[in-house]
């Protein structure tokens, strides 16, 4: 059975993101958040960086799904199923991340895209696609995710640092920002945003009583075998489980939390080599 319809992959095509509501019920939400926020492993993994102005971004990444409740999410069909249609093939997990935007202290993302610090890790072609599964509420106040309608179309921009992070060439991006719609992708938790490498998105900081914590799980397809070796894998058949898994794994507290996170400080160089010579 299909997750999405033909008209919703055009619309894909055509605007660069598309969202899936609800695509996690609300016991399934409630537990991966319960599993986040009692994660003293993911807290103590977590990574800090500099957004440009004086404001922190805080995020935990790991590469591989694992056997948890995270892993259940990455790999159930209703996710996986949906990317391939919209890719058209085979994918693997290219890693998923946790972005941790805490209540009055979570800094802001610049406008980016994700091939603009991908292309680095030796990938061809921007065949990829994130998704983003609400948490908490993604809210305006809270500094929900912003994308430009169909941004993607544009290719790969020039990215610079911007603090610790890569951001888009500016003038490309406000240039953009005069022709294509912005979208505020307000989302309640379960809700999933499905989009783009290529798609320019952004987020402003989290200064309201609320967090805005978000998983964002991304996939490769198979043909797009990066050339080189970087922080994250190369091709890994991804095993699929069925839907039902998220629950029962979730509801186990000897399972739910399993996975291995990576040292972003140490081990990721896709923003720093930015500093060299123009891309």
Same mark, same amino acid.
């Given at each position: 059975?299909?997750?999405?319809?033909?008209?919703?992959?055009? #619309?894909?095509?055509?605007?660069?993101? =598309?969202?899936?509501?609800?695509?996690?019920?609300?016991?399934?939400?409630?537990?991966?958040?319960?599993?986040?926020?009692?994660?003293?492993?993911?807290?103590?993994?977590?990574?800090?960086?500099?957004?440009?102005?004086?404001?922190?971004?805080?995020?935990? =990444?790991? @590469?591989?799904?694992?056997?948890? +409740?995270?892993?259940?999410?990455?790999?159930?069909?209703?996710?996986?199923?949906?990317?391939?249609? +919209?890719?058209?093939?085979?994918?693997?997990?290219?890693?998923?991340?946790? +972005?941790?935007?805490?209540?009055?202290?979570?800094?802001?993302?610049?406008?980016?895209? #994700?091939?603009?610090?991908?292309?680095?890790?030796?990938?061809?072609?921007? #065949?990829?696609?994130?998704?983003? +599964?609400?948490?908490?509420?993604?809210?305006?106040?809270?500094?929900?995710?912003?994308?430009?309608?169909?941004?993607?179309?544009?290719?790969?921009?020039?990215?610079?640092?911007?603090?610790?992070?890569?951001?888009?060439?500016?003038?490309?991006?406000?240039?953009?920002?005069?022709?294509?719609?912005?979208?505020?992708?307000?989302?309640?938790?379960?809700?999933?945003?499905?989009?783009?490498?290529?798609?320019?998105?952004?987020?402003?900081? @989290?200064?309201?009583?609320?967090?805005?914590?978000?998983?964002?799980?991304?996939?490769?397809?198979?043909?797009?075998?990066?050339?080189?070796?970087?922080?994250?894998?190369?091709?890994?058949?991804?095993?699929?489980?069925?839907?039902?898994?998220?629950?029962?794994?979730?509801?186990?507290?000897?399972?739910?939390?399993?996975?291995?996170?990576? @040292?972003?400080?140490?081990? #990721?160089?896709?923003?720093?080599? =930015?500093?060299?010579?123009?891309?």
């Amino acid at each position: 059975m299909s997750v999405f319809t033909s008209d919703q992959i055009a #619309d894909f095509n055509r605007d660069g993101y =598309l969202f899936a509501r609800g695509l996690f019920s609300g016991e399934e939400t409630k537990l991966l958040r319960e599993t986040a926020r009692n994660d003293h492993a993911m807290d103590q993994a977590s990574s800090t960086m500099d957004d440009g102005k004086g404001n922190d971004v805080r995020l935990s =990444l790991w @590469n591989h799904p694992g056997d948890g +409740i995270y892993g259940m999410v990455a790999r159930c069909r209703r996710l996986v199923d949906g990317v391939e249609e +919209i890719l058209g093939e085979e994918v693997y997990h290219y890693h998923s991340k946790m +972005i941790l935007k805490d209540a009055r202290v979570g800094g802001s993302w610049a406008w980016h895209q #994700d091939y603009g610090y991908w292309y680095q890790n030796g990938l061809l072609f921007p #065949d990829l696609v994130s998704v983003m +599964i609400a948490v908490d509420s993604a809210t305006r106040e809270n500094g929900c995710l912003q994308v430009l309608r169909g941004s993607h179309r544009m290719g790969r921009i020039k990215h610079i640092l911007s603090g610790e992070q890569a951001g888009a060439d500016m003038e490309r991006v406000d240039e953009a920002r005069k022709r294509l719609e912005t979208v505020h992708c307000e989302m309640a938790p379960g809700d999933a945003l499905y989009f783009h490498s290529n798609t320019l998105h952004y987020s402003a900081p @989290n200064n309201s009583d609320h967090s805005r914590w978000a998983l964002i799980c991304c996939y490769n397809t198979r043909s797009n075998e990066p050339y080189k070796e970087s922080h994250h894998p190369g091709y890994t058949p991804l095993k699929k489980v069925e839907d039902e898994m998220v629950l029962e794994v979730g509801r186990d507290d000897m399972r739910r939390s399993n996975v291995e996170f990576v @040292n972003l400080v140490e081990e #990721d160089e896709s923003a720093a080599s =930015l500093s060299g010579p123009e891309v």
